[in-house]
């Protein structure tokens, strides 16, 4: 079955550099879910997309921001990069097909910040 | 504020022995919990969820038990084996009234089964 692809899946980025990741959520999955998960921490809500608008906000910075498409793929872009910033970014998806609206996470994109 | 909170960083088990992973959560706005399980280089994969209207919820070996007056789950895995070994996240939402299934998730517990 397909999973929740993410892309890259490791990514090397300079302080106040630019970096976007991708998310392609599971086909007919209309949701999709961006998580931050810093060195030791829990995976932290970042942002949310219901049908290509921005459903829910959390702990996300004004340098970052994010879209869904018409394809329902989604992107983080984050700039001005900080140190701070290296961590674990996982992207998770649901829609009317996914058992219980349990959220599917992808393998996460591993963003290091030098 | 963390609002899922696991406060053992680790556990370690024996294979064929019960494993007991606790999970507390403070906001009474949750009425759905669920765990996930993550191998290293992956996602977390879910494993079992409970609604706060049930106080158990068993799946082949693994069964979540909530409180809902103590504000307390737990997850119990019998016979634990060395496959099991992965850390282990508790995670919450609250779901009534809409669909936003936004979880919130604890620190995570490793879990080590040896055999």
């Known amino acids: 079955a397909a999973g929740v692809i993410q892309s890259p899946r490791h990514l090397i980025k300079e302080k106040r550099e630019t970096a976007t990741l991708k998310c392609y959520p599971i086909?007919?999955?209309?949701?999709v879910y961006w998580y931050q998960q810093g060195p030791g921490q829990d995976p932290q809500f970042l942002i949310s997309?219901?049908?290509?608008?921005?459903?829910d906000k959390g702990s996300i910075p004004d340098r970052f921001s994010a879209q869904q498409f018409s394809d329902y793929h989604s992107e983080l872009n984050m700039s001005s990069l900080e140190l701070g910033d290296s961590a674990l970014y996982f992207c998770?998806?649901?829609?009317?097909?996914?058992?219980?609206?349990?959220?599917?996470f992808g393998a996460g994109s591993r963003l290091t910040v030098l | 504020d963390q609002q899922v909170k696991q406060n053992s960083p680790s556990l370690s088990v024996q294979e064929g022995r019960i494993s007991i992973l606790n999970c507390d959560y403070t906001?009474?706005?949750?009425?759905?919990f669920l765990w996930y399980k993550k191998y290293p280089a992956e996602g977390p994969t879910f494993l079992i969820s409970?609604?706060?209207?049930?106080d158990k919820n068993e799946d082949g070996r693994f069964t979540v038990f909530l409180n809902k007056s103590a504000k307390h789950l737990s997850l119990h895995i019998v016979p634990s084996q060395p496959g099991d070994s992965a850390v282990y996240f508790c995670?919450?939402?609250?779901?009534?009234?809409?669909?936003?299934?936004?979880?919130?998730f604890g620190k995570g517990t490793l879990l080590t089964v040896n055999p």
């Open positions: 906001n009474s706005m949750f009425d759905y």
């Open positions: 409970i609604s706060s209207i049930k």
């Open positions: 995670a919450a939402s609250a779901r009534s009234g809409g669909s936003n299934y936004k979880l919130t």
């Open positions: 998770a998806s649901t829609g009317p097909s996914s058992g219980a609206n349990v959220l599917t």
């Open positions: 086909p007919r999955h209309d949701t």
């Open positions: 997309f219901y049908e290509k608008m921005q459903s």
